[in-house]
T-cell receptor, first 114, second 113 residues
Framework: NAGVTQTPKFQVLKTGQSMTLQCAQD?????MYWYRQDPGMGLRLIYY???????DKGEVPNGYNVSRLNKREFSLRLESAAPSQTSVYFC?????????????FGEGSRLTVL | GDSVTQMEGPVTLSEEAFLTINCTYT??????LFWYVQYPGEGLQLLLK?????DKGSNKGFEATYRKETTSFHLEKGSVQVSDSAVYFC????????????FGKGTRLHILP
């Protein structure tokens, strides 16, 4: 009963380093999302993918790239990490996109950029 | 654009107290409205939802009514428990326009025994 799985759960980077956050869901959902959560800012959408092969920018896409590898997997890449990208990142998926509203979230990935 | 505004926390209550967390929204279309809850160290999970005006969502003793005239979706619970301590997020989705779900900033709730 995995649901949405994110890796890694914790990561420390130095400024300028790159990394990829991986996300996979086993619920056969069409839509997938990447959010970041910062104190006092709530959740902000970085990128989303309404279906396999499509991606769209959210509220805060700068400094990130995404890949919808297949229906199950949606990765988030930081090409050159900056301290402002220190955050907790959540991947989520949804069967029918925003309409149903029921997003299923992973447990989060805590990233620290020094 | 669409937005959600919810009361700032933290909110601290004693066990068995009445809870209200205010949420108002701005949307151009006909949004669906949601409350999500985040327990410590976990991701968010859906608590309840309402898809049209005057609908009431309910779950685990929590309720919220979709009020189009006041553009509000306030969360209420008659008697809170220590286990309700969490962060609560109001959210909206403009069904048919895009696949995005917009979240409020969250309200941290502390329940004292």
């Amino acid at each position: 009963n995995a649901g949405v799985t994110q890796t890694p759960k914790f990561q420390v980077l130095k400024t300028g380093q790159s990394m990829t956050l991986q996300c996979a869901q086993d619920m056969n959902h069409n839509s997938m999302y990447w959010y970041r959560q910062d104190p006092g800012m709530g959740l902000r959408l970085i990128y989303y993918s309404a279906s396999e092969g499509t991606t769209d920018k959210g509220e805060v896409p700068n400094g990130y790239n995404v890949s919808r590898l297949n229906k199950r997997e949606f990765s988030l890449r930081l090409e050159s990490a900056a301290p402002s990208q220190t955050s907790v990142y959540f991947c989520a998926s949804s069967e029918e996109g925003g309409g149903t509203g029921e997003l299923f979230f992973g447990e989060g990935s805590r990233l620290t950029v020094l | 654009g669409d937005s959600v505004t919810q009361m700032e926390g933290p909110v601290t209550l004693s066990e068995e107290a009445f809870l209200t967390i205010n949420c108002t929204y701005t949307a151009t279309g006909y949004p669906s409205l949601f409350w999500y809850v985040q327990y410590p160290g976990e991701g968010l999970q859906l608590l309840l939802k309402a898809t049209k005006a005057d609908d009431k969502g309910s779950n685990k003793g929590f309720e919220a009514t979709y009020r189009k005239e006041t553009t509000s979706f306030h969360l209420e619970k008659g008697s809170v428990q220590v286990s309700d301590s969490a962060v609560y997020f109001c959210a909206l989705s403009d069904w048919g326009r895009d696949d995005k779900i917009i979240f409020g900033k969250g309200t941290r709730l502390h329940i004292l025994p």
